[in-house]
């Protein structure tokens, strides 16, 4: 019984590159959250997407930065065009429900290094 | 503005040892206060998560208690083992959101 999985674990990329992240949610969970990790600072939120819809994407830089999640398969975190600033750790975290009082489960993140 | 702090930012114990963490939160209005741990370079695991009306909440040697009055939180660790090393993260949600609110977290080192 798998956890939420993300890949790749690390992830290096030349500024202006693309980056894509993938997240697979637990088994019968149907609400994804991203979250970025800076160097020495806590989790925030990125955005929050259920199956094909995007929920709330508040948290996301306006631009080069985009959240999908299909139908079928993961849900992908793309960053384009990427900056040396992007670098950090990325999590994704899963639910069964998007209630507030939800459990929330994470992956192991992905470490995006720009260089 | 919605904030959790943290403190301290880092402690070092001796294995077998207690120890307790604290958290202090603006978040408004209140829904739930959690507990994370979070192994170098891997995701965060729940520990415990406590709504308005809870004081307290264990799990295992992990004790949280809450004080929705004064806004402040603690994470009480007793017989401290080498496992326990990790960061400690205090996390909130406001009532209405599913957006968590993540403390910068306690760097805690168990040493034999």
């Known amino acids: 019984n798998a956890g939420v999985m993300q890949n790749p674990r690390h992830l290096v990329r030349r500024r202006g590159q693309e980056a894509r992240l993938r997240c697979s949610p637990m088994k019968g969970h149907s609400h994804v959250y991203w979250y970025r990790q800076l160097p020495e600072e806590g989790l925030k939120f990125m955005v929050y997407l259920q199956k094909e819809n995007i929920i709330d994407e508040s948290g996301m830089p306006k631009e080069r930065f985009s959240a999908e999640f299909p139908k079928e398969g993961p849900s992908i975190l793309r960053i384009q065009q990427v900056v040396r600033g992007d670098s950090a750790a990325y999590f994704c975290a899963s639910s069964g429900l998007g209630t507030e009082n939800t459990e929330a489960f994470f992956g192991q993140g992905t470490r995006l290094t720009v260089v | ?112």
């Not at chain 2, 963490?21 to 507990?35: I, M």
């Not at chain 2, 729940?46 to 799990?59: A, V």
């Not at chain 2, 326990?84 to 599913?98: F, H, M, Q």
């Open chain 2, 1 to 112: 503005k919605n904030q959790v702090e943290q403190s301290p930012q880092s402690l070092i114990i001796l294995e077998g040892k207690n120890c307790t963490l604290q958290c202090n939160y603006t978040v408004s209005p209140f829904s739930n206060l959690r507990w994370y741990k979070q192994d170098t370079g891997r995701g965060p695991v729940s520990l415990t998560i406590m709504t308005f009306s809870e004081n307290t909440k264990s799990n295992g040697r992990y004790t949280a208690t809450l004080d929705a009055d004064t806004k402040q939180s603690s994470l009480h660790i007793t017989a401290s083992q080498l496992s326990d090393s990790a960061s400690y993260i205090c996390v909130v949600s406001a009532r209405g959101s599913y957006k968590l609110i993540f403390g910068s977290g306690t760097r805690l080192l168990v040493r034999p």
